[in-house]
């Protein structure tokens, strides 16, 4: 008799990311900006919206050395942090 549990001969299939891979920044070429970011969210119990400025600044170094796809920061959930957008322009 077998030990193991078989509910089905269903077989895991393992989808790719929604944006395609996510290499590893081998270099440290944006290991700064992820400090900074991760400073920032240890210094505000890991609230995400205290430190979007940090994110952004951290996605822009990743896809400016190719590490990401380029994508537009207003699209990614910055729009009211990007100057020359309407968002931007309404705030105080």
Known sequence: M???MNFGNKSFQPR???KGSFPLD???ECRSFKDK???CLRENRFENAA???ES???LRCRMDRRLMAQEPLE???FGDLEEGTA???RKP
């Open 37 to 39: 970011f991760m400073r």
């Open 56 to 58: 952004r600044e951290y």
């Open 16 to 18: 790719p990311p929604d």
């Open 87 to 89: 968002e931007a322009q």
């Open 75 to 77: 699209k990614l959930g």
């Open 2 to 4: 077998s030990t193991a």
């Open 51 to 53: 430190c979007r400025i």
């Open 26 to 28: 081998h270099f440290g």
